[in-house]
């Protein structure tokens, strides 16, 4: 009881409720613009509509070509999607001593399926998603002349969010092609930010492991967090040797950032090298991609690289999952703009959306059951 009371995440829940108390009392009126909830504050504005005004006028030829290649890109998203998630699933069912790591579908969930050391990533990579997302949703609604009421940002318990408030009776009225423009937005921002973070890695890192990053030791072990570890007895230590036996008589050097540990042997041995790095007290590793201009400090390397690395994984994903035709995601307000004027019939519309929305979520829910049922519980 007392661990499950000291857990992080119950802590930060506390230090909410305590915030929120203490706001709530020296607050009695409240803030304008800003709603504080026990977990949570939902922050709103009307500031940035101007600036959207200022962008959509300079280029407003430009911006259409921009939004209409986001049309296309978003029904291919959303093709995608369910090609992939249907492919996978028939691994599953029909070829199952093919399933590998390459098969793993799981949700993002901080704590259970996401360690905590991941949080100061995600949270800054889900910033820059959220803002470019939302921002060009405004950014089309106003190139479209769709009034924005407000726009804003939320943060509930460890997950910030934002939105933009359209004025919904003009865009019902909207047509087609620019409500498709409008919701096809915020994913063709997201693949872009995530393709150009691609590049950007690709341009900085090298492609090629130079040893593992020191994740978790043992209380006692001479190597640190962080430490990379380059070398063992001269062998390099990347994705393709971690696994390969070596063989060593009388001493194992192992040659990390932080110096050269040698060990005696009591015996010769003819091990992986992943289990000298165990015997050692290397608990959890990750591969080391240096930057090809050296800066000096490979932990500092290390951070920049999974701060991109998340940044790119979370804005590829958001971009592509959101495009899926389910009800809550944009995917569904781009059929929706493009199929009205062609589906006259409102039940048969709704019908079409209810069944799209059952089967993504099925394929979906089906995918991370038997990811749990192949691998048992999974934390990245």
Not at 22 to 42: A, D
Request: aromatic residues 12%; contains cysteine.
């Amino acid at each position: 009881m007392i661990e499950f009371l000291l857990h992080p995440l119950v802590v930060f829940a506390v230090i909410w409720i305590i915030a929120y108390l203490i706001f709530r009392f020296v607050f009695r009126r409240g803030l304008r613009g800003v709603k504080l909830y026990p977990l949570g504050f939902v922050l709103k504005t009307e500031r940035t509509v101007g600036l959207f005004d200022k962008i959509a006028s300079t280029a407003p030829s430009i911006l259409k070509v921009l939004s209409d290649m986001g049309v296309a890109l978003g029904f291919g998203m959303m093709a995608f999607s369910i090609y992939i998630l249907s492919k996978n699933l028939g691994v599953y069912l029909f070829t199952p001593t093919q399933v590998g790591p390459q098969n793993i579908v799981i949700p993002l969930v901080i704590g259970v399926t996401i360690r905590l050391e991941h949080l100061p990533y995600i949270l800054f990579a889900l910033g820059i998603v959220l803002i470019t997302h939302e921002g060009m949703h405004g950014l089309i609604a106003r190139l479209e002349k769709i009034r924005i009421k407000s726009t804003g940002l939320f943060l509930f318990y460890l997950f910030p969010g934002g939105f933009v408030e359209p004025d919904e009776e003009e865009f019902r009225k909207a047509s087609s092609r620019a409500r498709a423009r409008v919701a096809a937005g915020g994913s063709l921002a997201n693949l872009v930010v995530g393709l150009l973070v691609v590049l950007l890695m690709f341009g900085i890192f090298s492609t090629a492991e130079a040893g593992v990053v020191v994740i978790e030791v043992d209380e006692g072990s001479g190597i640190k967090v962080n430490d990379v570890v380059y070398s063992v007895n001269g062998v390099p230590v990347n994705r393709n040797t971690l696994f390969e036996n070596i063989s060593a008589t009388d001493l194992i050097t192992i040659q990390t950032s932080g110096g050269n540990f040698t060990y005696r042997l009591g015996e010769p041995i003819n091990v992986p090298l992943a289990w000298i790095l165990g015997e050692i007290g290397i608990r959890r590793v990750d591969y080391y991609f240096p930057i090809k201009l050296d800066i000096g400090s490979p932990a500092a390397e290390y951070t920049l690289y999974r701060i991109l690395s998340w940044t790119q994984l979370i804005a590829i994903n958001v971009a592509i999952f959101n495009m899926m035709p389910i009800y809550f995601l944009d995917g569904s307000l781009l059929l929706s703009a493009l199929l009205e004027p062609r589906i006259r019939c409102e039940k048969a519309m709704k019908l079409l959306n209810t069944s799209l929305t059952a089967i993504c979520l099925l394929l979906l829910a089906a995918n991370i059951g038997f990811t749990f049922k192949t691998f048992g519980f999974l934390q990245i």
